[in-house]
């Protein structure tokens, strides 16, 4: 990746901020997560996940396979989480989201993720989720049993069939992700999707050229629209 920029902010309800995240200056990999748990302990969770992830892509990021690299890294994330929670009780609810992008030393792209944190392809006009969220709803639209439309406004559209901190969290979804020079990659926080449709974060891509900028004004505009829950947003530009 050539350049990138982030944001983040507890939005207009919260009173703390429970995601993290972490971009590579080299801009061999970026992380998002999007903690739970009530108290510190979504911070706790999101902070040791994001860690844990970047400790291992930073160890294994020339030796070991990417996609084999990312597994890798998620589960040690899940296993630290556990690690916390048996040392901790009262953080044993603590949980995170997870998404990753990695680089590879041949300049091939991944993802993996667990949750519903997101990741985005723009390209030109057109943007892309890459992911699918691991939540109730996401799989009652694959089975076409609600629209789009219907999930947004679904009572049970936060609830998680996966996330870190759980002993049957399962290996995350990791796929290669196409990318050419030019392209766009936005990791962000449900915090984001959960004000802004598709369609307008979109928008703003296009109208707001400074990439620098641009994570601050998608935030400004999730917090105008109801800032219900901590905003994250990460954009990797592809060289």
Known sequence: MRRHASATDPGKIRNSNQDAYYCDPEGRFFIVADGM?????????????????????????KTVPAPKLLSEAVEAANDAILKDQRENPERADM?????????????????????????????????????????????????????????RAHPW??????????????????QPITVRPGDRLLLCSDGLTEELEDELIAEYCLKVTDLEELPNRLIEAAK????????????????
């Open 37 to 61: 748990g009530g108290h510190a302990a979504g911070a706790t969770a999101s902070l040791l996940a994001v860690e844990a992830i970047r400790e291992r892509l930073e160890r294994g990021w």
């Open 95 to 151: 949980g995170t989201t997870v998404v990753a992008v990695l680089v590879d030393p041949n300049d091939n792209c991944w993802s993996a993720h667990i949750g519903d944190s997101r990741l985005y392809r723009l390209r030109g006009s057109e943007m892309q989720q890459m992911t699918e969220d691991h939540t109730l709803v996401a799989r009652s639209i694959r089975q076409g049993e609600l629209t789009h439309e219907q999930a």
């Open 157 to 174: 559209r936060h609830i998680l069939e996966r996330c870190l901190g759980r002993p049957d969290s399962g290996a995350p979804s990791v």
């Open 224 to 239: 105008e629209r109801g800032g219900r829950d901590n905003i994250t947003v990460v954009i990797a530009e592809y060289a």
